[in-house]
């Protein structure tokens, strides 16, 4: 996907529903087209309006502009947004309604401004939990010292409503003895405690970034040899137990990586994310990108080298890889290649189960 060229033009973007002045009801694609060029005619270039826009209403519908947009209830929610609380827009909005606006809120979330966008997060949060009537499951009782394993045990096989109701966690110190204290904060502790041993680097399921000196961690592409046959099961608790602090609106610190996050978004990465994965990697492969010489001078193939504690494993990028050489015609495919084993193909299985 092409991606525009400043941060002012998507800003620009999502205040469409601000700066048009339009009649909703009987709004036309060639008029939102034509109203939206004329907004965005100033900071972008053709090339960039013909990318949101399209050429013809043909081209709007290839696009998926009209499905995406879906043009009256998109410029009469966005208008709401902008002007009302969404404590009063989601209660109002039939069912319908409500879908078109999360496929916006999915789609092209930058059109909400982000504050915005966390107050309709809540408030479809408190609709979800007012129709569900939560209801305290039975005690689950767990020690500190345990957490993960105990935890692993009685929460994994929850499923859907159960994951929704309210938890009844109960401690217990090393000497059999209950700790004090009952709903919500406990909860909240369990979670925080969990989080903080789970997403340790030293439990050995998310491994750190050499990117830079801020921390941050993303799977751990070796976790099977670590954990066995049993890691992906982990991974899928793990994605869990985040939906669940997000739901109950629970602040975890857990400093995911960029590039891990972009996966999660179900974003594609590319080679401006390896620089959040591996700094010497990076320069490596702008170093090659913009390489002036003969190429076949370095010496490389389509192949990685993998090292699982000592154990080295080469990897074929492509069919035959070792024995295809990289040259000045083919090095953008091995850079592409190189990108997209590290960010995607190795973490794979792990970001399926998490995500789950």
Not at 65 to 77: A, G
Not at 102 to 123: D, G
Not at 128 to 146: A, E, G
Not at 305 to 315: H, L, R
């Amino acid at each position: 996907m092409r991606k525009f060229t400043s941060d002012s033009t998507v800003e620009q973007f999502w205040m469409i529903p601000q700066t048009l002045d339009l009649n909703y009801s009987s709004i036309q694609g060639s008029d939102l087209k034509d109203a939206t060029g004329a907004s965005l005619g100033s900071s972008m270039s053709q090339d960039e309006q013909r990318y949101i826009l399209g050429e013809t209403e043909e081209e709007l519908n290839e696009q998926n502009f009209r499905s995406i947009f879906r043009r009256r209830q998109y410029m009469s929610l966005s208008n709401s947004l902008q002007h009302q609380q969404p404590r009063a827009i989601i209660t109002k909005l039939t069912t319908k309604k409500q879908a078109s606006l999360l496929h916006i809120l999915q789609e092209i979330p930058f059109v909400i401004p982000f504050t915005k966008r966390v107050e309709l997060f809540e408030q479809f949060l408190k609709q979800d939990k007012q129709l569900i009537h939560q209801d305290y499951m039975n005690p689950i009782v767990l020690k500190r010292s345990t957490i993960f394993e105990d935890a692993f045990s009685h929460f994994y096989s929850l499923k859907g409503y159960q994951i929704k109701q309210q938890w009844n966690v109960q401690f217990v110190s090393e000497h059999g003895f209950q700790e004090e204290g009952i709903g919500h904060g406990v909860v909240k502790d369990f979670i925080i405690e969990l989080c903080k041993q789970a997403f340790s680097t030293q439990y050995g399921l998310f491994v750190n970034t050499t990117s830079t000196e801020e921390y941050s961690i993303y799977p751990n592409p070796s976790s099977k040899l670590l954990h066995g046959e049993q890691h992906l099961n982990y991974f899928y608790f793990l994605g869990m137990i985040i939906g669940k602090a997000m739901y109950e609106q629970l602040l975890v610190d857990v400093p995911f990586a960029r590039f891990f996050l972009s996966k999660l978004l179900g974003k594609h990465n590319d080679l401006n994310h390896v620089q959040y994965y591996d700094k010497e990697l990076y320069k490596n492969l702008i170093f090659l990108k913009q390489y002036e010489g003969n190429v076949e001078d370095l010496n490389l193939n389509f192949t990685i080298v993998e090292d699982n504690f000592g154990e080295k494993k080469v990897i074929n990028l492509i069919p035959n890889g070792e024995q295809i050489a990289v040259t000045n015609e083919n090095k953008f495919m091995y850079i592409q290649r190189i990108v997209h084993y590290r960010l995607n193909v190795q973490i794979r299985e792990q970001c399926q189960y998490f995500l789950q």
